[in-house]
């Protein structure tokens, strides 16, 4: 009769919690990386509900909805946390009023400001101003990543409500960063309002040119 020797039993204990550990950490792993993927899937599909299906559902010319996305990409990209919607409704009320031939799809530029959101302002204003230190040659004083957030998320948070905390967000963001972070959004809110018009102008052009082919070969009759 085979009597398991102290050999076998330094081999096998040891082999079964690594075993153990090892399904454990994987599990933790996985849990991660669901966690990771729900958070991902949830921010594009909020993205596309508030930021792409308003542009689909136009009903203006592509020009028309172009310079909507831009406006909106335009202060999206800009550190005015809290005022960006007013801002972009007083800019359409008075283009709308005294230039009417340039007025553009408010819908369109009220989705795309949303472009500045809980998910992605912490690294759009870290880019507005490492962008602003670079320009401004002030780029040995940048603060890192980590240490900006907190500050950022510290700024955020005031005790009062309403009109009143926005403004003293607001006093608390450009206490703390001043001029490097208007400076640097600048280029950001340029490009990305000019690359904005002509993607939405190109993509909508060719949707539409889709839907008559669509349309136009639905529309034919077959040869008998």
Not at 80 to 100: C, F, L, N
Request: glycine share 8%; proline share 5%; aromatic share 12%.
């Amino acid at each position: 009769m085979y009597k398991p020797s102290l050999g076998d039993h330094y081999h096998t204990i040891p082999i079964n919690k690594f075993t153990n550990f090892k399904n454990h950490t994987n599990g933790k792993r996985m849990q991660t990386e669901d966690r990771r993927d729900t958070i991902s899937k949830r921010f594009w599909r909020m993205m596309r509900l508030r930021v792409i299906m308003p542009m689909l559902r136009a009903r203006h010319s592509p020009e028309f909805t172009a310079r909507g996305v831009a406006i909106g990409i335009g202060f999206g990209l800009t550190p005015t946390v809290g005022i960006q919607i007013p801002i972009v409704i007083g800019i359409w009320a008075i283009i709308r009023a005294i230039a009417p031939r340039w007025r553009f799809n408010l819908i369109a530029s009220l989705a795309w400001v949303w472009l500045s959101n809980v998910f992605t302002f912490v690294p759009l204003y870290y880019a507005f101003l490492v962008t602003g230190r670079v320009i401004m040659g002030e780029s040995n004083a940048l603060p890192g990543y980590t240490t900006f957030g907190e500050e950022l998320t510290a700024a955020m948070n005031v005790d009062s409500d309403g009109i009143s905390a926005l403004g003293q967000q607001l006093s608390n963001l450009f206490n703390l960063y001043g001029a490097p972070m208007l400076v640097g959004c600048l280029p950001w809110a340029v490009i990305g309002a000019w690359g904005g018009y002509i993607w939405t102008n190109a993509f909508l052009h060719r949707r539409q040119r889709i839907l008559m082919i669509k349309r136009s070969a639905q529309g034919q009759v077959p040869d008998i």
